[in-house]
């Protein structure tokens, strides 16, 4: 994994590490050291690495990148305990994750690109556009970083940040490879989620790698031109090709999807569009999952009422369809994604209840 020209060393699997250390006429043994201080003992720099000479550590100094994130801001709900950590890249950029404790364990949200190009119309992460990808080390270093932190094991990982997993597809698949790897932290592919918002042939391609882990779809809506109206990336892919990529993906990994469907007033909230959606995927092996659209600044749409909701779900369940409404977390820090790093970088702007637990 290159960046620029010196290599990332977090970003590298144990048998890319073997074959560094064989270049450098190193023992092989010393691999398997470097891969478990940064990827089980969590270390955030060569120092800790005890058991490693320190004319090794020097020559991966000079040779590679040895990725960490600085904390910049740590929010935390006082709602529900849900944390939202600003972190900064060695570039300066910002990005952020979010900690969630549930009763079956903590999940951690991360995030895949600075910025993102897909243009939904009401997500803040992309208003600024893109900015770049990240590399599979600053994805694990979300989850990393947290767990030194907190102190706490991370259970499930949804990676349903910022940014378009799909277009960052070959560090995301490097992410997973890491992550999963049981001579790592050894998170369950089970226990892995990616969102999309619909790339068809990535999804395709996601699907022949036949993993364990979750697919779920951002629909948002159920014809075509309603979801164009909501999300460029439908002007590309019609619903149709989504919902072949959708069949695909459970026929190769026999991986159920989740359908994640934000409720916006008078938008897609109807009862016409509660059974168009039942049509759309009745006879799936599906989920569909509810979100309350979280409104931003800078658009007007509105969150649906809660009777709506409601009447969403009933709807669907009578429909015979699996569903979730999905529980707003963290309403009280700037929960929508994207909302923090914006926030962050407008100065003049004061975020409201901020509960600040770390400053930079
Ligand atoms: N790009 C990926 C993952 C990041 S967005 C995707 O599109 O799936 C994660 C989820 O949050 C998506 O379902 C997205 O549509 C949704 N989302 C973004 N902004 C939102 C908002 N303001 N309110 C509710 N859901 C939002």
Known sequence: METGYRKDLKSLTLAQLQEEMEALG?????ARQLYEWMHVKLAEGYEEMT???????????????????K????????LDGTRKYLFQLRDGNLIESVWMRYKHGNSVCISSQVGCRMGCRFCASTLDGLERNLLPSEMLEQIY?????????????VVMGTGEPMDNFDHLLQFITLLT????????QRNLTVSTCGIVPRMRQLADRHLQITLALSLHAV???KRKALMPVADSYSLEELMEACSYYFGQTGRRITFEYSLVKDVNDTDEDAVQLISLIRGQNCHVNLIPVNPIREREYVQSRRQAVEAFRNKLEKGGINVTVRREMGRDIDGACGQLR????EVTVQPRTLHLLQSP
């Open 145 to 157: 970083a947290i767990t030194r932190q907190t102190g706490e094991r991370v259970s499930n990982v």
């Open 181 to 188: 790897d049981e001579n790592g932290l050894h998170i369950s």
């Open 223 to 225: 014809t075509d031109e």
């Open 26 to 30: 190193e023992k092989p043994f010393r």
């Open 51 to 69: 058991n490693i000479p320190h004319k090794l550590t020097e020559r991966c100094r000079e040779r590679y990148d040895y990725t960490t994130l």
């Open 342 to 345: 914006r926030r962050y970088s």
């Open 71 to 78: 904390t910049v801001r740590v929010q935390e709900s006082g």
